[in-house]
């Protein structure tokens, strides 16, 4: 977890339990899940990028951003779209919003996986 731990080190201590809970539930959604920086933040990938962990400073809030965006949106409500094509973002406002989207988070991000392994299946089958 350092690629974490060091992306943390100027958070308030409120921003880090929030930080380090989304983290821990990412990890705990899948073993094969890992951590690499990329585009100088943690990413969580699994046969390709997931998921990050991005920090609205206006509302003060952090945000699951989906690579599947679009295609979550659709299946799973919770997820909205942003000003971006394809990265879909679900809100942490509060510990009791985020246990009660715990169970479509947690699909989301197995879907995510699913459609990551997808991906490169066809990527395989093309070359």
Known sequence: ????D??????SEENRYKYLTLC???????????????YGIPFFINKGNLIYIG????????????MHGQILNREFTII???DTKLVGKWY????EQFEKDKNKLRSSVL????????????AETRE
């Open 92 to 95: 942490y406002n509060s510990d």
């Open 1 to 4: 977890m350092d690629v974490i």
């Open 24 to 38: 821990e539930f990412i990890l705990s959604c899948h073993p094969e899940i890992q951590v690499q920086k990329k």
């Open 111 to 122: 879907r995510s996986i699913e459609l990551n392994s997808t991906k490169k299946q066809h």
């Open 6 to 11: 060091t992306h943390i080190l100027n958070f």
């Open 55 to 66: 920090h609205n400073s206006k509302l003060n809030e952090f945000y699951l951003g989906f």
């Open 80 to 82: 909205s779209l942003s």
